[in-house]
């Protein structure tokens, strides 16, 4: 099973080039990034983690220079974003970003997508909350047609494109689409519409629930099978050897928002997973 990681790196914690460098030589297979354009202040909307909200939600660094970064000095270390945040992008403008990270890595990004919990910071973004899913929905299909190989346009409720020449494309065609959020029937059609596979925060329920992800995407009339990554794990033995068994094939460990001598003390510790 492959071992990635995912950390809330800020204008606080260790440099993205230096964790990538320290990740690909101990042998981990993937950094992914979240993402928070801002926090506002004044903020209705609970956290769902608990608040108050903890200091590295308003600090992140952007994901893509990060990756950008971390790509650049590493060869095989995967890339991805947990999560992308879509509905607070422009299409048009995301998909350049995706395709252009992912051919200068040689193929190696995974887009983890959100719909976000952050009903303020949505709304800066002019995203109205009650038809997020169907505007990230969209969103994804328009950019889907400026990575195809031939110049395809796009015409859907929230947007559209004219078939156009929109180049690099991605290394390897589009690149993987993995879809956060909470376990429910709305969600695990979603993904059998639209991604790749799920990545589940925790991890946690995974026996009862992928037997309901698979039949959402044989009724979907999919063939194979979704991935599925646990995301933002706190690692046991034990809970890895869980997931070997449902047959999953990469996880993704949580470490700490913190300094560089704290997230290399917890990579020493990862160590043992690999």
Known sequence: MRIAT???????????????HELEQRGFDGLYLP????????????????????REYGRTLDPFVALGQAAAVTERLRLGTGITLVAQHDPIDLAKRIATLDHLSGGRFTLGVGYGWNVEEA????????????????????????????????EGAFGSVRASFAHPKPAGGAPRVLLGGAAGPRLL????????????????GLSKTLPALRRAWADAGRTGAPEVVPYAVRP?????????????????????PAGEAEVLRALDDYAQYL
């Open 123 to 154: 709304a800066d973004h002019g995203v109205e909350w009650s038809s997020r899913r169907a505007l990230v929905r969209d969103r994804l299909a328009l950019m889907r047609a400026l990575w195809a190989d031939e110049p395809t346009g796009y």
């Open 189 to 204: 059609a979603e993904i059998a519409a639209s991604a790749d596979g799920w990545l589940p925060i925790g991890g946690g």
């Open 35 to 54: 993402e928070h354009t801002h926090i506002p202040v004044c903020r209705d909307t609970p956290a769902p983690m608990g608040d108050p909200l903890p």
């Open 6 to 20: 995912t950390i809330f790196l800020t204008d606080e914690t260790i440099r993205p080039v230096r964790l990538a």
């Open 236 to 256: 046991t033995p034990g809970k890895l050897s869980h997931y070997r068994d449902l047959g999953l094939r990469e996880v993704v460990l949580q470490l700490p």
